[in-house]
């Protein structure tokens, strides 16, 4: 028995995935990485800016407490970067601590609201039925309570704290997330690879988490995203109205209500570097986001 054997020299052409594809079309989205660079910029001033100051932000400089809105603006000389505040504490340290709280608020907002959403979503959708209609239906009348009356009704009652900012967030900030993978669920539960797993015996929580979960996860990272932004907008909002993190505690939020209160005094420093770290973040989540919706966007590929 002849065996022919002909060796040839033959180009192996390896194909991407669908995440190397999606990170290549979010690569030349100009604006997205321009966004991403942004947040890693205010990440950095976040965790390591404090290290660039001598001073603290619960530390009162007494020799310029009398004339803050006189000589209490932004000087290197006094090593005051970003001024003072009204009660003659550096503003540097505190928009430091301000951009601290406020992301940690929105990243922990936004994880709450992607593990407990994705989770019960995705349990609603892929067991269908009865339960699928309660669950639900829990959800809509959790929907139709005004979320900032809950949100200030906690704060009040409960007093004014971080824990209770996350309390308050993680109660409702997770409805839109379970309606959204819901849907997704609905549409890939008839898939072959659910099917099989169905067939082989495996059990509905670990199909749940080991096939429909990570099929969801385009959504839920460009859901995450754009949820960020609105949890800091949440915060900043409850602490303009006097309601947010206690002092000698502070967020981008708090440092805008006292800025916009000094402003007929002149001291538009006060208003003006804490707002601009707001913007630029928001701005620049809400693009990273788009960027990430057209990236994973499965119609565009």
Not at 110 to 116: G, K
Not at 127 to 141: A, E, S, T
Not at 270 to 277: A, V
């Amino acid at each position: 028995m002849t065996h022919v054997t002909n060796v040839e020299t033959a180009e192996v052409v390896k194909g991407r995935s669908l995440w190397q594809d999606a990170r290549a079309r979010f690569f030349r989205n100009k604006a997205a990485v321009a966004s991403m660079i942004v947040l890693i910029l205010v990440s950095l001033f976040a965790l390591f800016g404090g290290m660039l100051t001598p001073w603290s932000n619960e530390e009162i400089d007494w020799n310029l407490m009398g004339d803050v809105r006189t000589l209490g603006g932004p000087s290197f000389e006094t090593k005051h970067y970003f001024g003072l505040d009204p009660l003659g504490r550096d503003l540097y340290a505190r928009v430091v601590q301000g951009t601290q709280i406020s992301l940690m608020i929105g990243i922990v907002g936004a994880l709450i609201s992607v593990i407990v959403g994705t989770l019960y979503g995705a349990t609603a959708g892929f067991i269908g039925g009865r339960l699928d209609n309660i669950m639900m239906r829990i959800v809509d009348i959790l929907m139709a309570i005004p979320y900032m009356f809950v949100l200030i009704l906690l704060l009040v009652v409960f007093g004014r704290s971080i824990f209770m900012l996350f309390v308050g967030i993680g109660l409702i900030s997770w409805l839109d997330m379970a309606r959204i993978a819901r849907g997704q669920t609905l549409s890939i539960k008839n898939k072959e690879f659910v099917e099989a797993a169905i067939a082989t015996g495996v059990s509905t929580p670990k199909i749940i988490i080991r096939h429909i979960v990570p099929n969801l996860l385009g959504v839920v990272i460009v859901y995450a995203t754009l949820l960020v932004p609105s949890m800091i907008m949440f915060e900043s909002f409850i602490s303009f109205l006097g309601l947010g993190v206690q002092e000698p505690l502070t967020s981008w939020g708090a440092l805008i209500n006292e800025g916009a209160g000094q402003m007929r005094y002149g001291t538009l420093w006060m208003l003006g570097f804490p707002l601009f770290f707001f913007l630029i973040s928001l701005f620049a989540f809400f693009f990273f986001g788009d960027g990430l919706r057209d990236a994973l966007d499965p119609k565009d590929r």
